[in-house]
Structure formats: structure tokens, C-alpha cells
């Protein structure tokens, strides 16, 4: 793997992983605040709390599954001297 391509690699990774962290931020507002007009109940707890906890953590994790199988790669970052 050349270095151009070690670089497009690595660019691809942090912006995805950018993509994941605004997808989940978005995620914990929504469920925060847009649940939080809602007199549900869940455990003894308001719906917001579990959704803004308990779902951000889930998404999360799924979240990270998806970006380890489909985007990231690994690569060795040493440079090779036979390049």
C-alpha cells in the first residue's frame, strides 16, 4: 500500500467517524429533547432519559460495528523500505 493510499484511507476513516459522532449527537437531542414534552414512563423514569441514554449508548455501538466492517482497514502505518 503506497503512502497516497495509506493517506486516502485514513481521510476516509476520520470522516466517517465525524459522520458517526454528528449522527449520534443529532440522536441524543432528538431523544432529549424531543421526547421530553412526552409523560411516558419507563422504569420509573421519563421516556427521555432512556431513549437519550440507553438508545444514544445502543446507536453507538452500532454505530462503531458498522464503521469496523465496512470502513476501516488494517494497514501497517510503517514505511516499508522494499516500497
Given at each position: ?18 459522520g458517526?459522532l ?33 438508545g ?28
Open positions: 500500500m503506497t503512502e497516497e493510499e495509506k493517506y486516502r484511507q485514513i481521510k476516509k476513516e476520520a470522516i466517517a467517524t465525524g458517526a454528528a449522527v449520534i449527537i443529532v440522536f441524543w437531542l432528538a431523544a432529549g429533547f424531543g421526547l421530553a414534552p412526552l409523560q411516558v414512563q419507563v422504569f420509573h423514569l421519563p421516556l427521555w432519559v432512556v431513549a437519550s441514554c440507553f444514544t449508548w445502543f446507536l453507538s455501538v452500532v454505530l462503531v460495528r458498522l464503521l469496523i466492517k465496512y470502513v476501516f482497514r488494517d494497514m501497517n502505518l510503517e514505511e516499508d523500505s522494499h516500497e
